[in-house]
Nanobody, 123 residues
Framework: QLQASGGGLVQAGDSLRLSCATS????????MGWFRQGPGKEREFVAA????????YYADSVKGRFTISRDNAAKTVNLQMNSLRPEDTAVYYC??????????????????WGQGTQVTVSS
């Protein structure tokens, strides 16, 4: 129900745009988010956008460099990543269906997950 794409191998300072295609069931009325898991690390929050008002949230490590957006008509959520750094290397996962009683930065707050797309940033 969630299909992430757009990953690849880039150099430090480059940009990438990730997309997550959703089905009608997972896009309608749901907040959407991105997490990532780097080598040897736990999965961490990257960004989220709410269904109502399209409010956005970002991890401190990506603020000012990454932008999350959603296209409800196309049923996609995108993550524009600029000024990429080697430490951004990770598998990026999209998520949907936020439990609004929990922080969007917590994995357990999300009900649906995509399969992940690899982003590798070389120095």
């Amino acid at each position: 129900q969630l299909q992430a794409s757009g990953g690849g191998l880039v150099q430090a300072g480059d940009s990438l745009r990730l997309s997550c295609a959703t089905s009608r069931r997972t896009s309608s009325g749901y907040s959407m988010g991105w997490f990532r898991q780097g080598p040897g690390k736990e999965r961490e929050f990257v960004a989220a956008v709410t269904w109502i008002g399209s409010r956005t949230y970002y991890a401190d490590s990506v603020k000012g460099r990454f932008t999350i957006s959603r296209d409800n008509a196309a049923k996609t959520v995108n993550l524009q990543m600029n000024s990429l750094r080697p430490e951004d290397t990770a598998v990026y996962y999209c998520a949907a269906q936020l439990d609004n009683s929990k922080s969007p930065m917590v994995e357990s707050a999300w009900g649906y997950w995509g399969q992940g797309t690899q982003v590798t940033v070389s120095s």
